[in-house]
């Protein structure tokens, strides 16, 4: 496995794998990695000739408060998971690399509607921040495919947009969220559970896969659904800040004769912001 910390380095290796035919399958990351970002790594190995990751904590992404300063950086630990796992290149550039002129008068990509809604209300400028970061990474890693988990499920729906309306050519897919044995996602803010903590934060997964069944055996009323799911989350000692259900396609409230549709929470558990999401499918739409 090849390390490159500048673009140019990158550059070099993806004009040269394009110009003798090969594919290339990108997976962008902040480090700190686990088995979700290493089954991303696996499905792209399948799929591509050549694959890359990407590790870079994005400031733009973060806001005010929120946890950059502190956001682990594992790197030693990374690239022996990455060699391991049959990565090609990994790319680890610094501030400098991604933001020449600095973060504040950098030039942003925003994807209206989706970026303001459930995490982007309570993060407001998060998926500009990830827009425009994932942009500069897919110019210059040329990515002929793009691997997210769907634990971001938000995120993903953002970055397919954005792709769409900018015409990259890029395919983007979402890959299955890998779990603990207990049903809690994986993440690289888990670290930040402590043993009490831990040991509760499977309930954000219980919950939204306990209002999936109930949606699937014929509950209508989704307004009570998401009422008790909050309500649980803070009967059980966490600070929820969203539990929706909305349309899968678009995130948008679901109406009549909608039958995909996504359950949603993100919930704080001690210092950890967690996040999780169910899809499911209705026998019979909604009326
Ligand atoms: O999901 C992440 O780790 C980040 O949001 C991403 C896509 C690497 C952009 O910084």
Redesign the pocket.
């Known amino acids: 496995m090849q390390t490159v910390y500048d673009l140019a380095g990158l550059r070099a290796q993806v004009n040269e794998w394009h110009r003798a035919g090969g594919t290339i399958a990108f997976v ?3 480090g700190n990695l686990h088995e979700g970002h290493i089954s991303l790594l696996h499905r792209a190995r399948e799929i591509a000739d050549h694959t890359v990751v ?1 590790i ?3 400031p733009i ?1 973060f806001g005010k408060g929120e946890d950059y300063a502190k956001y682990p950086s594992t790197l030693a630990a990374d690239q022996e998971k990455l060699a391991a796992a049959g990565l090609d290149l990994l790319f680890a550039p610094n501030l400098d690399a991604l933001y020449p002129g600095g973060i504040e008068e950098d030039t942003r990509v925003t994807v209206p509607g989706l970026s303001t809604i459930l995490c982007g209300r309570f993060r407001p400028g998060h998926f500009s ?2 827009a425009t ?2 942009s500069k ?1 897919f110019i210059n890693a040329q990515p002929d495919f793009a691997l ?2 769907l634990k ?1 499920y938000q ?1 993903v729906l953002v ?1 397919k947009r954005m792709v769409h309306d900018l015409l990259m050519p890029v395919e983007v897919i979402g890959m299955p969220i890998v779990r603990e044995t207990d049903g809690l996602a994986m993440s ?1 803010r888990n670290s930040y559970l402590n043993a009490a903590e831990r040991a509760r934060a499977p309930i954000i997964y219980r919950t939204i896969t306990e209002a999936a069944t109930a949606l699937e055996n014929g509950e209508t009323s989704i307004a009570e659904l998401e009422e008790s799911g909050m309500k649980r989350l803070a009967e059980t000692g966490f600070r929820p800040e969203y539990f929706s259900v909305r349309r899968s396609t678009d995130l948008e409230e679901p109406g009549p004769g909608d039958s995909e549709l996504s359950i949603l929470v993100a919930a704080w558990l001690g210092n950890a912001r967690l996040i999780d999401n169910v899809q499911l499918r209705l026998k019979t739409p909604l009326l």
């Open positions: 962008p990351t902040m990407s870079f904590v994005n992404q921040g990830v970061v994932v990474l997210f988990g971001d995120q970055i690289s």
